[in-house]
């Protein structure tokens, strides 16, 4: 007896769900578990996860998905511990990618349905509320993720300093994690590392409080530095003579930061 295309789907729809919830229960059991091959990796993996998803259940579960998928391809996985290493940090990519792309998908669909509140983020009724002590904790490690200095980088410059400079990944590996070639991996670092300086001498400049023109810029209060306010400051250091010397007593000889290197950032 032939089931109706209405039970069909019914039926597809459900074994699909049921599916995907073995396939996250498993993610997450690998995250919290994982096989001790994978265990000079994990903190890296998921410090990057975090940064990029900043969320840390979504990271642990972005950590678990790369993880279930280099279980899957096994033997498949490349086997010296650079390119392995390089490997480990495309599939926690993918998987970060894959979440953000879920979620924009689910912003755009909540949108079109004229509920343009409802896109925030709801918390999981079904799971267990988080300590607030452990809350604390979870935003201090955020926050230590910050990089005020990088303010001035593009996503894809920032992306490039977070793997090799908190990450120190080789400008190789960059470029297989990010899927460039050596030569646009190098380039993309050497301009994102000469960004940074720039707003780390600019940065220097405020500390002396010796410009009115800076002093204005920062207000009062300080300030946070937001991509905005960081093109004002580094354009003011250009265009001040004051604030030029300042600045290149602060990076000898570098202003405006055209041969730093990632390896020298902090």
Known sequence: MSSSPETSTRTTGAHRAHREARDRAAARTLAEHPPACYEPHLDGLFTYCLSVLCDHEAATAALGEALACAERRGQRGPENAPERRAWL?????????????????????????????????????????VPEEVQ??????????????????????????????RHRLTAHEVAAVL????????????????????????????????????????GPDGFVLSTALRRELVRHVDDCPRCRRTAERAVPGRWPGACVTPAELP
Do not use: F, K, M, N
Request: hydrophobic share 45%; proline share 5%.
């Open 179 to 218: 899927g460039l070639g050596l030569a646009a991996a190098r380039e993309l670092l050497a301009s994102a590392a000469c960004e940074v300086e720039r707003t780390r001498a600019a940065l220097a400049v405020v500390e002396t409080g010796g410009c009115p023109g800076v002093a204005v810029l920062a």
């Open 89 to 129: 940090y495309a599939l926690a990519r993918w998987a970060c990618l894959r979440r953000l792309a879920a979620a924009r998908q689910q912003r755009q669909a909540t949108h079109a349905a004229g509920r343009p509140g409802d896109h925030r983020r709801r918390p999981d009724r079904t799971a267990a509320p």
């Open 136 to 165: 604390e904790v979870r935003r201090r490690e955020l926050a230590l993720l910050a990089w005020p200095e990088a303010a001035g980088t593009t996503p894809e410059q920032r992306e490039a300093l977070e793997l090799a400079v």
